[in-house]
């Protein structure tokens, strides 16, 4: 499994907010890759850019990235004023924080998140691995040079809160172990292990954070499903809801580097004049090509990507089970960030001025809409960025009165999976149930 860190040095200092830049990389990457970047959370963390291989070969958080790659993207954070994320702790506590599975996408960017927000008050950072790693030196900004210990069940529980980025398989088996107990820790799962548990929450901190307070080990959402509902629910909120109807083109990252990598090296033998473009992670060639499968197909012709998005919204929003919620999802080649058209047939009648000063006072939402200046979201615009992108919006032709539609852009390794992952920490110190789940161990700040 990859390597696992934990945090050290206490901070309450607001998000950095950067403007955002392209390297070189990014250009070559708009040119020749369609440039954005994903990688799909319950898909990529426990999705499917779907290849003709077993699934766990696949499963995201499985998959690493390798540390000498740069994204194609010189990587900034746009931070929404209003986001749903304390701006400092409720406590006077700090935490020791871990991160297991620190040298993956995710868990890189869980790191970063916790460095670049600094919401949470963090005490220790601690580092886990593999024998492979144990007793390497990881140098990080905000907490110094870190010691790489072997990963260990009991060495886990002395955390406060560890986050899993990690693959279903090892989160089943150490998940309950390092969370058991009064002494155990908060632990905040990445992968798609407890998602359908009736009694572990499934969470989006800006619609269920409560949900928090009711267990130590807390689901994150499929990358999918967290994107697209920061932009649905408050208009499910404004105007009810009969059905959603949903499509999402996703990025390559959503299977993980070895889907980027992919993507990258057959589109530049395509573009070579090759005519048998290599493809072991996707089921047939990504370039230049969309491929609508991802993860395996369901009984009723559905795929398990498109079923994560219909239980998911209707756990996390805690709608009646009967709610018609259909998607179709699609792999298509671009990098990192996924893009969905979401339908919305609703029970009030829409007013878009309405939709769409609620979708402005939304947290963690930035409306990007101004057709006569053709503005609206690109995942070119949405990758490295905390807030997801909302544009095209309408009233829909087909449910006249009472629908409305747009378009979703979202770093799905951002809001679709580490960024969520920490403000459900960040929720969980302002709301007291962090300092709760691990009772007086926390120490107190001087």
Request: charged share 20%; aromatic share 8%; net charge negative.
């Amino acid at each position: 499994f990859p390597l696992l860190f934990t945090t050290t040095t206490a901070a309450t200092a607001a998000a950095t907010v950067l403007s955002m830049r392209f390297t070189h990389a990014a250009v070559y990457s708009a040119l020749f890759v369609v440039a954005s970047t994903t990688t799909s959370f319950a898909s990529f963390q426990g999705v499917s850019a779907f290849a003709p291989v077993s699934t766990s070969s696949l499963r995201p958080s499985s998959l690493t990235v390798n540390a000498n790659i740069q994204s194609p993207f010189s990587r900034t954070i746009v931070n929404k004023n209003n986001m749903a994320a304390a701006s400092s702790s409720s406590t006077s506590l700090s935490y020791t924080v871990g991160i297991v599975g620190a040298t993956g996408a995710v868990g890189k960017e869980i790191r970063q998140c916790l460095e670049t927000r600094k919401n949470l008050p963090i005490d220790t950072l601690r580092i886990f691995g593999s024998s492979r790693s144990a007793g390497k030196t990881i140098d990080t900004e905000q907490y110094g040079s870190v010691t790489v210990e072997l990963f260990d069940v009991a060495k886990a529980r002395e955390c406060d809160v560890v986050f899993l980025a990690v693959d279903g398989d090892f989160a089943l088996e150490y998940a309950q172990k390092i969370a058991e107990g009064a002494d155990g820790a908060v632990v905040i799962d990445n992968s798609s292990a407890f998602r359908y548990k009736p009694d572990i929450p499934l969470v989006v901190p800006e619609i269920n954070g409560e949900e928090t307070k009711k267990s130590k080990l807390i689901a994150n959402p499929n990358c999918t499903t967290a994107i697209g509902l920061m932009a649905l629910w408050p208009l499910i909120k404004a105007f009810g809801v009969k059905r959603v109807l949903m499509s999402t083109y996703q990025a390559s990252s959503g299977a993980g580097q070895p889907g980027m990598d992919e993507l990258q090296e057959g589109t530049k033998a395509y573009l070579n004049g090759e005519k048998n473009i290599e493809h072991k992670i996707f089921a047939y060639p990504l370039p230049f090509n969309v491929i609508p499968q991802i993860d395996k197909f369901q009984e009723n012709g559905y795929t398990k990507e498109e079923m994560k998005v219909t239980w998911e919204t209707r756990k996390i929003c805690s709608l009646p089970e009967e709610t018609p919620i259909s998607c179709s999802a699609v792999r298509i080649p671009t990098i990192r960030a996924h893009s969905e058209v979401i339908v919305l047939e609703t029970e009030k009648k829409v007013d878009l001025e309405k939709a769409r000063q609620v979708l402005e006072d939304a947290p963690g939402v930035k409306v990007v809409d101004n057709p006569d200046k053709l503005e609206y979201p690109m995942p070119l615009t949405a990758t490295g960025q905390y807030d997801v992108e909302v544009g095209r919006l309408r009233k829909s032709i087909a449910f006249g009165d009472y629908g409305i539609e747009f378009f979703v852009c979202g770093d799905q390794l951002l809001r679709g999976a580490a960024l969520n992952a920490v403000l459900v920490a960040e929720a969980m110190d302002k709301n007291g149930a962090l300092a709760e789940g691990k009772g007086a161990s926390a120490k107190a700040e001087a």
